[in-house]
């Protein structure tokens, strides 16, 4: 497996162009790979999410095969002066062992299945709208995929939603409402092979528009100093 970063420039057009659909970057991150081999494998699949923060615009690309990233440099990086960085995974999911504690983040499509009516036979897809919804969808979830939230100041879950989001795009001559959440906070790993398989298989659904994709990083001594 296989973790890319390339940092994005917001200010060009084909940036601009590329932004403001997840079919687009969908399909460009595809590109990234010849034949068949963005597909999903025993390894793991192809999961991508988009950073925006103060600091920059970057896109993350977790992937069973190296990726080639160089239409999306052409396209809307810096092609003169800087590419991208792709790292070996492998030593990381390796090294993950129970009662470790990572900062994380997530960005993923919070959804609850039910029925419109009581005659409904098949159920649909509804989004969680507020933060509490989209906290405990996560809370649901966390043991399933190998953790447990850290325990933050006061004993509450070390857990925040950043950013919120409703993108609106076309895919397929319909429109498509894809609502989103930016999760981080401290994690402890509980079942290291049950996180690894999360972290190169995704969490939730709308994984090919930038969801499910969950990175980690060292926890910081002001993060540890605000544990419970």
């Given at each position: 497996m296989y973790l890319s970063r390339l940092e994005i420039n917001t200010a060009r057009r084909g940036a601009k162009n590329m932004l403001v659909s997840p079919q687009r970057l969908h399909a460009a991150v595809l590109a990234a790979f010849p034949g068949r081999s963005a597909g999903t494998s025993d390894e793991g699949r192809v999961l991508w999410r988009l950073d925006e923060s103060a600091t920059g615009t970057k896109l993350y690309v977790v992937s069973p095969r190296r990726p080639d990233l160089t239409h999306l440099v052409e396209q809307c990086g810096w092609p003169t002066t800087q590419t991208w960085d792709t790292r070996d995974y492998t030593p990381l999911l390796?090294?993950?062992?129970?009662?470790?504690?990572?900062?994380?983040?997530?960005?993923?499509?919070?959804?609850?299945?039910?029925?419109?009516?009581?005659?409904?036979?098949?159920?649909?897809?509804?989004?969680?709208v507020t933060v509490n919804q989209q906290n405990d969808w996560l809370l649901d979830r966390a043991a399933r995929n190998g953790f447990k939230i850290a325990e933050g100041t006061g004993g509450e879950p070390d857990l925040a939603v950043r950013h919120r989001r409703t993108w609106k795009f076309a895919r397929e001559g319909r429109q498509v409402t894809l609502a989103t959440a930016v999760f981080e906070g401290v994690l402890e790993v509980a079942d290291p092979a049950a996180l690894r398989h999360a972290l190169t298989h995704g969490i939730g659904p709308a994984k090919g528009y930038g969801c499910g994709l969950l990175t980690l990083a060292p926890v910081t001594t002001a993060e540890r100093s605000g544990d419970g």
């Open positions: 390796n090294r993950l062992a129970a009662g470790q504690r990572w900062a994380f983040r997530l960005t993923a499509n919070p959804v609850v299945n039910r029925r419109r009516n009581a005659d409904a036979g098949r159920s649909q897809r509804y989004g969680h």
